[in-house]
C-alpha cells in the first residue's frame, strides 16, 4: 500500500486490488469500464487515476462515497456509485476537491479492467411511420 500525505491530502493507494478487497458487503460484480486511459484530476499532481479505480471516502470512520471511475469526458469524471450502481457524472472541480475536503481517500487500483464493448448499427429502414393520406 501506498501512502500520499501532503498537507492536507491523505490518500492511501491499495495496488493491483480485486473486488474481495473492497470494503463493502453484497457486491458481486462490477460494471464494465469505457477505456484505460488514466488521467490526472484537475489540480492535482498526482496521483494518476484509471478507469477500473475504485475511490472510497472516509470521513469521521465512515465510508461517505464509494465510486468505479467508469470514464474522464470533457463534461467530468463519469462514476458508478457502488450503492446505487447508476452511472454519474462528477465535475472535474467535485471529484478534484474530494482529495482535499475528505479525511481520507483510498484508491483501489484496477478493480476491473473489462471495457464494455459496444458494437451498435442503427437501421433507420426499420422505423415505423404513418402513411399519409388525402385528406377527405
Do not use: W
Not at 462514476?79 to 482535499?100: A, I, K
Amino acid at each position: 500500500m501506498e501512502r500520499i500525505n501532503e498537507g492536507r491530502r491523505n490518500i492511501l493507494i491499495h495496488g493491483e486490488a480485486g473486488i474481495d478487497d473492497l470494503p463493502v458487503d453484497g457486491l458481486n460484480e462490477l460494471p464494465g469500464i469505457a477505456n484505460t486511459e488514466p488521467f490526472l484530476p484537475n489540480n492535482l499532481e498526482g496521483p494518476e487515476i484509471y478507469p477500473g479505480d475504485v475511490v472510497l471516502g472516509i470521513e469521521n470512520d465512515e465510508i461517505q462515497f464509494a465510486e468505479l471511475v467508469y470514464d474522464k469526458i470533457d463534461q467530468g469524471i463519469l462514476v458508478v456509485p457502488l450503492d446505487t450502481g447508476v452511472h454519474e457524472l462528477v465535475p472535474d472541480s467535485e471529484f478534484s476537491s474530494r482529495f482535499y475536503s475528505t479525511e481520507e481517500i483510498h484508491i483501489y487500483d484496477n478493480v476491473t479492467d473489462d471495457v464494455v464493448d459496444v458494437d451498435v448499427q442503427f437501421d433507420e429502414t426499420e422505423i415505423d411511420r404513418p402513411q399519409t393520406s388525402r385528406p377527405r
